[in-house]
């Protein structure tokens, strides 16, 4: 009797020992050209978004979270890297016929996750290079289904529809589906994306069913809602709202597959679920493109409309559920939490994200970096610190008031350009009124860091000394 009641504390604290040591699963759900208030938590009232209001009543909204760049690729690049993506030569939307991707000396999300013996998968747009040697399966990733980049990146681009066939696809060849390392459908076509979202769903479900003994990162870059637009039948017409509230519901939808399942197996008190969007909606699509409500401009701009992402995250039981984070944060943070959540080793390399653990669980307001910085392509246009903004002067592109397009086929930007100009981020969210004049001390503390960050990371031509190479071919 003694020698089993010993052997039943062992096992007991052995037990709780296990649960004490046990990691988080980690998923990431990562939008494309979704806008700022493109979901219900964040102001979308043209269509609902049950499951995703669901999160936000569950985990915590950010009010204030940023990508590093306000285009596909050097978005991802930024998540995945936990690095400014001019760091890693990683800048637009990488086409068809780029032959440079994510180099394979980067330290990625996943790879960070596979130190402590994780599951991971990918399932969607990967977009950090199409050749075999930048896909995801050489980058830490387990499993792999989706595009290699752009859904309109094809030869019905809107932009060639005129030409003919042979012509479009000198331009943009056919749009490939790959599994693994292998292209499984060379030719994309607008039925095969109709069916995305839900393959994706599906296939996430199958993952985290499979691997629910087991620690797991699941990372879902949804194509959608990237024009072109396409939903499946299950959502077609239920919007009222057009074809973009259709497409945002199916999302939705998607959401609520992947937290019902983490329920239903009991994971959902394990698993850190993130929901964000890579850069803001793609303006001159008019009815195709999304709201960033009361931000300024959209994609391919670094005013907030472009690069502030309505982020949502969950965890019951960890994130106190209702609550919401007004500290900025970025993408590049995520991949530094995780690592510290998980008791995973940081690159040895430079990188530019720091721990939000603070601000995911909520224990306080406080963040670790001094500033935020905001390139567009090489070009250092903003710097966010606290409550302020300063923009360097620069171009930018704009509709200027103007509609966008209609049925997903865009109206043309005008060009604009800004002065050095200050804004309070508390009082005046739209970036509508300069106030440098009246706070000179905070310009001049701002240029200060601005000058800091030109040594590290270049400014158009100027090199920066912390600058990497992306992979080649």
């Known amino acids: 009797m003694h020698v089993f009641l010993l052997s039943l504390i062992g096992l007991l604290s052995f037990s709780l020992s296990a649960q004490s040591d046990s990691k988080p699963n980690i998923v990431v759900i990562f939008m494309d050209d979704m806008a700022y208030a493109d979901i219900g938590p964040f102001g979308a009232k043209a269509y609902p978004t049950p499951h995703l209001d669901r999160m936000a009543k569950e985990g915590r909204k950010f009010t204030d979270f940023y990508v590093t760049q306000a285009v596909c690729s050097a978005s991802r690049a930024g998540l995945l890297t936990g690095c400014y993506n001019v760091r890693v030569g990683i800048l637009g939307a990488l086409g068809p016929k780029a032959t440079h991707g994510i180099n394979s000396s980067e330290v990625t999300l996943a790879e960070i996750c596979k130190q402590k013996g994780y599951a991971t998968a990918c399932y969607g747009k990967w977009h950090l290079g199409h050749h075999k040697k930048f896909l995801p399966m050489q980058h830490g990733f387990d499993d792999y289904f989706g595009l290699p980049y752009s859904n309109d990146m094809w030869p019905y681009h809107p932009g060639v529809m005129h030409l003919p066939m042979e012509q479009r696809l000198r331009k943009w060849p056919h749009l490939p589906l790959i599994e693994g390392n292998k292209v499984i459908n060379p030719k994309v076509t607008g039925k095969d994306q109709e069916q995305i979202t839900t393959q994706l769903t599906e296939r996430s479900v199958r993952f985290i069913e499979k691997n629910k003994d087991k620690p797991f990162f699941l990372y879902v870059p949804h194509p959608m809602v990237h024009v072109p637009l396409y939903v499946s039948d299950k959502f077609k017409g239920k919007s009222k709202a057009g074809l973009f509230g259709d497409v945002m519901m199916e999302v939705d939808w998607s959401v609520g597959q992947i937290l019902e399942t983490l329920r239903q197996h009991k994971l959902d008190k394990k698993t850190l679920v993130i929901f964000t969007s890579d850069n803001g909606p793609w303006l001159s699509y008019g009815d195709h493109a999304g709201s960033a409500g009361p931000l300024r401009e959209g ?135 300069d106030v440098k004049n009246k706070y000179p001390q905070v310009v001049k503390k701002l240029q200060a860091l601005g000058e800091r960050m030109r040594t590290e990371l270049g400014d158009n031509r100027r090199p920066g000394k912390g600058m990497r190479q992306p992979g080649r071919l």
């Open 299 to 433: 994609k391919g701009t670094m005013f907030d409309g472009g690069c502030r992402e309505s982020t949502l995250m969950w965890w019951p039981g960890t994130i106190p559920a209702g609550s919401v984070c007004k500290t900025p944060a970025m993408t590049i943070d995520i991949l530094p939490t995780v690592a510290e959540l998980i008791d995973a080793k940081l690159a040895d390399h430079p990188i530019d994200g720091k721990s939000i653990v603070n601000l995911v669980k909520g224990t306080s307001n406080e963040s670790p970096h001094e500033a935020y910085y905001f390139y567009y392509g090489k070009q250092l246009q903003a710097i966010r610190m606290g409550k302020w903004k300063l923009h360097f002067p620069h171009g930018y592109r704009t509709m200027a008031g103007k509609p966008g397009g209609k049925g997903g086929i865009p109206t043309r930007y005008s060009q604009a350009k800004i002065e050095l100009s200050l804004f309070d981020m508390e009082k005046d969210i739209g970036e509508t009124t």
